[in-house]
Each structure stands twice: as structure tokens, then as C-alpha cells.
């Protein structure tokens, strides 16, 4: 599975962006996706996950109710909208995939900056 991230950005606060992540390869085996993200001097984080076939999401305590996780599967594409941003958002967004239930695949990261 290979993954292609788009989006990301500068900001001010308050504002929105949207990412996605375009998969592509052995799509029929994905088993989750999700949304990492890494700020300087910091380590890689959960943002949020979403499991194929049942949708369930889960979210960082840090982003609930602000961001969404979303997946359009005739696309192959899973986005992330983010909403009411805040300078600690700034950081590099990953996109992430899980399949046939033992690989891992990583897109190329996108700077999200959010200005105060």
C-alpha cells in the first residue's frame, strides 16, 4: 500500500485545513488508517484512526471534538478535517495504514503551521 498526503498549510488560529491521504496498491487489504502527527522536539503522536469496513474512529483527547476523520472508500482516500486550530497543532501531519493485518505503510508528512 502506498499512500500520497495533500493539504496542509499555514494558518491563524481559529482556522481550518483539510488533509488527505490517497492510498493506492493493495487497497482491499487495509484494515485501519489514521493521522500522526510530529512537532519539533516532540515524539510522533496519535491524532486520530479509522477502521475499514466498521468506520469506528477514535480520536487524541487533544483534537476531539475539532477534527474529523473521514474515509471515502470509492476514492481510496482518507481525510482529515481540522477545525478551530491552535498553535499547539502545529506540527508534521503522517498519514498512516494498517493491512493484511501485519504491514504498515507511512505517506510523506505535511507541515500544518497554525499562527497566533
Known amino acids: 500500500v502506498q499512500l500520497v498526503v495533500s493539504g496542509g498549510g499555514l494558518v491563524q488560529a481559529g482556522g481550518s485545513l483539510r488533509l488527505s491521504c490517497a492510498a493506492s496498491?493493495?487497497?482491499?487489504?487495509?484494515?485501519?488508517m489514521g493521522w500522526y502527527r510530529q512537532a519539533p522536539g516532540k515524539q510522533r503522536e496519535l491524532v486520530a484512526t479509522i477502521r475499514s469496513g466498521s468506520g469506528r474512529t477514535n480520536y487524541a483527547d487533544s483534537v476531539r471534538g475539532r477534527f474529523t476523520i473521514s474515509k471515502d472508500n470509492f476514492k481510496n482516500t482518507m481525510y482529515l478535517q481540522m477545525n478551530s486550530l491552535k498553535p499547539e497543532d502545529t506540527a508534521v501531519y503522517y498519514c498512516n495504514a494498517q493491512w493484511s493485518s501485519k504491514y504498515e505503510s507511512w505517506g510523506q508528512g505535511t507541515q500544518v503551521t497554525v499562527s497566533s
Open positions: 496498491g493493495s487497497t482491499f487489504s487495509i484494515n485501519a
